[in-house]
């Protein structure tokens, strides 16, 4: 039984750890930043495979407590490394800390680094080639006050790359984020789901991907494939029920829209790429003036922060204009709000029911739910 830790962005650990129980992961753990599980090979391929929430699956191979940079060298130059990867596979270590008291997470990587290539020339009489920018392998050194981690990353390119979104636009959500805001939404696949703000369509991307039960890594590659323990015929049996489960495509009353000709462009070329371009409806259109063309449904949005200067004033104005378009025409919809701007709700003038505290990499964010009740808009 090995030992794994799923990395997710900050507020979706308590939604991953319900994914990989579900996925056969064994005693889940959430904590800040992902989720501690076990299991054995075919559930980190399919935790790989099947999660939209993790940003990468991590083997845990050794722990063990340090107090300078030899004490990390040690612990790592004892590893069978040639046991777990090629020496003609490249190689990087990256290393992240909290309340490390060593002066330099460089030299620690450095040593770590010296460590693996020590092992490899001791065994083999070679060393790995060093490769930082797209390695075969990658170690993960993390280091608490007093402790060390060694593990070795199962997924190479992290798992929000699905493999098809090609055009983007200005900043746009990453798309495990996008997977985790919708399952707070509460949207399931046959309710009408609205994003009025699209970008470039990962939201939309996303909820076409729930709608057809298609795993978000069946397009790509992973890190795994290149270890000596992979198991092939394993891994090929894990993928082709995948390939079998996709429901037959058919429309959805799924609708993007954005005031910017180039983030429509943008969202029709993705769900071009990934096959999925007649599926759903994507017009340019202002989001003052969207109506829905049902009672009932989701609507979900990212609109802009107002990072830069002049921004926060120009959102001011647009804020009460948003809040009289809600309760124009959205009556009845449950209304999601993706923001780091926490002015959002009282400038709108509607009191939202729940406020989730969220993290777009290191930006503090917030999802408000405004639930629009059919006859009564008045503030609460």
């Known amino acids: 039984m090995n030992k794994y830790f799923a990395i997710c962005p900050r507020g979706l650990e308590t939604l991953l750890a319900e994914e990989l129980t579900a996925i056969g992961g064994e005693e889940v753990q959430a904590i800040a930043g992902g989720a501690f599980f076990s299991g054995d090979w075919t559930v980190c391929y399919r935790a790989n495979l099947e999660s939209r929430l993790a ?75 060093i490769e930082t920018r797209n390695p075969d392998v990658s170690i993960h050194v993390f280091l608490t006050e007093n402790e060390c981690t060694l593990y070795l990353d199962t997924s190479g390119q992290p798992l929000w790359q699905r493999g098809f979104r090609k055009a983007s636009v200005d900043a746009p959500l990453k798309e495990n984020l996008a997977a985790g805001i919708l399952k707070m939404t509460g949207w399931q696949p046959g ?58 495509a058919e429309r959805m009353d ?26 759903i409806t994507v017009d340019c259109a202002d989001v003052l003036e969207v109506q829905p063309l049902t009672e009932h449904g989701i609507m979900v949005a990212n609109p802009p922060y107002g990072e830069r200067i002049g921004e926060q004033e120009e959102l001011a104005a647009f804020y009460p204009q948003l809040g009289t378009a809600l309760k124009r025409y959205w009556a009845g919809w449950n209304c999601f709000f993706f923001t780091a701007d926490l002015r959002l709700p009282k400038l709108v003038g509607l009191k939202p029911s729940r406020k989730t505290p969220l993290f777009n990499g290191p930006l503090e964010c917030r999802l408000f739910e405004i639930r629009m009740v059919s006859g009564s808009n008045r503030k609460g």
């Open 55 to 129: 940003t990468r699956i991590l083997w845990h191979i050794v722990k063990g407590p340090y107090a300078k940079e030899d004490d990390i060298y040690r612990l790592a130059v004892r590893q069978l490394w040639p046991n777990h990867f090629a020496v003609s596979s490249t190689m990087r270590v990256v290393t992240t800390a909290i309340k490390c008291p060593l002066k330099s997470l460089d030299y620690v990587t450095l040593r770590v680094k010296d460590a693996v290539c020590d092992r490899f020339r001791e065994d083999l009489g070679e060393r790995p080639n």
């Open 191 to 248: 309710t009408p789901l609205v994003d009025p703000m699209c970008g470039s369509g990962t939201f939309l991307l996303e909820a076409i991907q729930v709608a057809l039960d298609r795993a978000p890594g069946l397009d790509r590659t992973f890190s795994f494939e290149r270890l000596r323990h992979f198991q092939a015929l394993d891994w090929a049996n894990i993928r082709s029920a995948a390939e079998a489960r996709v429901k037959p």
């Open 254 to 279: 799924i609708r993007g829209y954005d005031i910017d000709e180039r983030a429509v462009r943008a969202t029709r070329r993705n769900l071009q790429e990934a096959g999925f371009g007649n599926l």
